[in-house]
């Protein structure tokens, strides 16, 4: 059997599972989690230090005209959502390194995928394949998930 990384992500997580080959004739391999990507919630990051959260708007007199700040949280989330994608790409290339050949399997929303197929391709070596599956399997377990596929 060759080496196999399965990628399950969704907005929020990514887990990052291998192949383990097993004896038994009627089950192939099982699923090993190997490590858990956390993406930071805006929401959490939105508190200021006392804990209240910040307003859409600057409305203090002391900081001029009142102006909308909604542009710069989304700025903000286009950032979070690079250094996710960045992430993904960066564990997946430590697994595999030192693969002669093998296969990377991404299991993710149909959003999530479109976000991190770029830069997990470019992260992989070229004797390694990448199959993609677009589902939301990120709440399910190690053995949900390779029944499944």
């Known amino acids: 059997m060759s080496a196999i990384c399965v990628v399950v992500a969704d907005g929020r997580r990514a887990r ?6 097993l004896d038994a004739p009627c089950v ?5 989690e190997r490590s858990v ?24 007199q002391q900081a001029g005209p009142v102006r909308p700040i909604g542009a710069h949280r989304a700025r903000h989330r286009l950032e979070l959502d690079r250094r996710y994608r960045r992430e993904i790409a960066r564990r997946v290339a430590e697994m595999t390194s030192g693969w002669k050949s093998g296969t990377v399997v991404l299991i993710a929303e149909p959003r999530v995928l479109g976000l991190i197929r770029a830069s997990l391709r470019e ?27």
Not at 16 to 21: G, K, R, T, V
Not at 37 to 57: F, I, Q
Request: glycine share 4%; no cysteine; hydrophobic share 40%.
């Open 37 to 60: 990507l956390e993406k930071p919630d805006l929401r959490d990051l939105g508190a200021s230090v006392t804990g209240s959260t910040r307003a859409e708007t600057n409305t203090g």
């Open 16 to 21: 990052f599972f291998e192949a383990q080959p």
């Open 123 to 149: 992260s992989l070596d070229a004797e390694i394949e990448l199959k993609e599956l677009a589902r939301d399997y990120a709440a399910f377990s190690a053995a949900e998930i390779r029944d499944r596929f």
């Open 28 to 32: 192939k391999a099982t699923l090993v």
